[in-house]
């Protein structure tokens, strides 16, 4: 197993201009979230997904938007970067069937984005 | 609301003596906590979990932990440090109750330095 892919890992956009961040997962879990670390800090959720055709927002979600039209992929979508974005962005993915609140979750390697 | 506070940014030791990260939580019930190990340019893993079937809990590369509730402490211990452990550390827990949605929020990290 891959386990939790991103790409690209390294992006520079300019103020304005739009890109989407993918992620994908072949381990057939139900969850994915989409996490941005600033810094010196922990993650902040931006969106997560409960499974195919169901997201929802997180903490930080202003400036974004997701998707998923599939178990596997759950890609993020930046319109009209802004330097507040810049950050490093982790996708992650998780099972649950009962929903204990102690599942792991997996993350992938990060990419790190740079708006100028 | 459900928080957590590591209470070192930056620990330093020597390798082979014994690591300490520190973590308090506070919660008005049982809390889901977690240990996360983030190496340099790389995405997290998991160390360990409290899964509340006991307080001493066991994780990966000799790391442990244990859950204090009367001083509401989730510290992380290794008996001897290794150059390899150099890295940052996140203490986690999840906010939301009784469903397979994680709401995780993280500590602000503790740094540790590893020297020969």
């Known amino acids: 197993n891959a386990g939790v892919t991103q790409t690209p890992k390294f992006r520079i956009l300019k103020i304005g201009q739009s890109m989407t961040l993918q992620c994908a997962q072949d381990m057939n879990h139900n969850y994915m979230y989409w996490y941005r670390q600033d810094p010196g800090m922990g993650l902040k959720l931006i969106y997560y997904s409960v499974g195919a055709g169901i997201t929802d927002k997180g903490e930080v979600p202003n400036g974004y938007n997701v998707s998923r039209s599939t178990t596997e992929d759950f890609p993020l979508r930046l319109e009209l970067a802004a330097p507040s974005q810049t950050s490093v962005y982790f996708c992650?993915?998780?099972?649950?069937?009962?929903?204990?609140?102690?599942?792991?979750?997996?993350f992938g390697p990060g990419t790190r984005l740079l708006v100028l | 609301a459900q928080s957590v506070t590591q209470l070192d940014s930056h620990v330093s030791v020597s390798e082979g003596t014994p690591v300490l990260l520190r973590c308090n939580y506070s919660?008005?019930?049982?809390?889901?906590l977690f240990w996360y190990v983030q190496h340099p340019n790389k995405g997290l893993q998991l160390l360990l979990k409290?899964?509340?079937?006991?307080?001493l809990v066991k994780g990966i590369n000799g790391f442990e932990a244990e859950f204090k509730k009367s001083e509401t402490s989730f510290h992380l211990t290794k008996p001897s440090a290794h150059m390899s452990d150099a890295a940052e550390y996140f203490c986690?827990?999840?906010?939301?109750?009784?469903?397979?949605?994680?709401?995780?929020?993280f500590g602000t990290g503790t740094r540790l330095l590893v020297s020969p």
């Open positions: 409290y899964t509340s079937a006991a307080t």
């Open positions: 919660s008005s019930y049982s809390p889901s």
């Open positions: 986690v827990v999840n906010v939301a109750r009784n469903t397979g949605f994680q709401k995780l929020v």
């Open positions: 992650a993915s998780s099972y649950s069937s009962i929903g204990t609140g102690r599942e792991t979750q997996y």
